[in-house]
């Protein structure tokens, strides 16, 4: 199935690993020219020179921009290289986040407002700063990489809290943005495993307790891959989805437990 997505122009925030660089590297494959974005450089730019590998023999290309996107600075350089690279934007993703206290006894005021300033703060920020180009396209569209703990109970209490914010800043921007073109949702994924992330943590620090909960709380027994995330976001970039607008859609194995 061709997606359409050749020629297009795409920030991923957060893709020098993990879910962000599967995503990165999705597009890339599409034809898409991305432009990958995270903190630190080495990894950076080691996923950057994969993307642009496999967006080659699709026409497409792939550049880095280091830079923190928890600041408005940072979300003016992404902005800004994104439209001196590739003259402006059609896609967004929204992947920056990360997680805090695993309790409420120990969320306190400075832990909830760290979590929401790794989460929400940063996609509202870019989503702003995106809007213009977007908009000067004719449309695009922007996906919010949330958490099924943003629908449901569970995870910390800040990173429940900045989760739900997203899906409700996703859907409050879909009612808004449609008459611009611009479609808005979110995905939702369970738990996810790759080479240094949370889970991979957990489990190096207690393999017995981590396989106990995949078996109990994974119907399929198994984590969930980043590139089974990408795949999901790649088609909602596309015009194959075009009628999808103000959705989130749960990539979690089953794991979760909302209607």
């Not at 880095?64 to 967004?92: E, K």
Request: hydrophobic residues 45%.
């Amino acid at each position: 199935m061709d997606l359409g997505l050749a020629g297009k122009s795409a920030i991923v925030t957060g893709s020098s690993r993990g879910i962000g660089r599967a995503i990165a590297l999705a597009l890339a494959s599409e034809g898409a020219r991305v432009v990958l974005s995270a903190r630190t450089a080495g990894p950076l730019v080691d996923a950057t020179a994969e993307a642009k590998r496999v967006a080659a023999p699709a026409g497409g290309d792939a550049v880095a921009v280091v830079c923190d996107v928890t600041t408005p600075a940072g979300v003016s350089a992404l902005v800004d290289g994104a439209r001196a690279s590739f003259g402006g934007v059609d896609i967004l993703i929204n992947n920056v986040g990360g997680s805090g206290a695993r309790d409420f006894h120990d969320c306190d005021e400075s832990d909830l407002a760290a979590i929401l300033d790794r989460n929400l703060w940063p996609a509202f920020r870019c989503s702003r700063a995106v809007l213009p180009e977007l908009r000067a396209r004719g449309g695009g569209s922007i996906v919010m990489i949330t958490s099924i703990w943003g629908r449901e109970a569970g995870g910390g209490p800040s990173y429940n809290v900045a989760k739900a914010a997203e899906l409700a800043l996703a859907k409050a921007m879909s009612r808004d943005l449609a008459k611009d073109n611009v479609r808005v949702n979110a995905v939702a994924p369970g738990s996810i495993l790759f080479p240094g992330g949370g889970w991979e943590r957990r489990q190096k620090a207690d393999p017995e307790g981590i396989a106990a909960f995949v078996a109990r709380e994974v119907p399929f027994q198994r984590f969930g891959t980043p590139e089974e995330v990408a795949d999901v976001v790649t088609f909602l970039c596309s015009a194959r989805a075009r009628w999808v607008h103000g959705a989130c859609v749960v990539v979690d194995g089953g794991q979760s437990r909302a209607f």
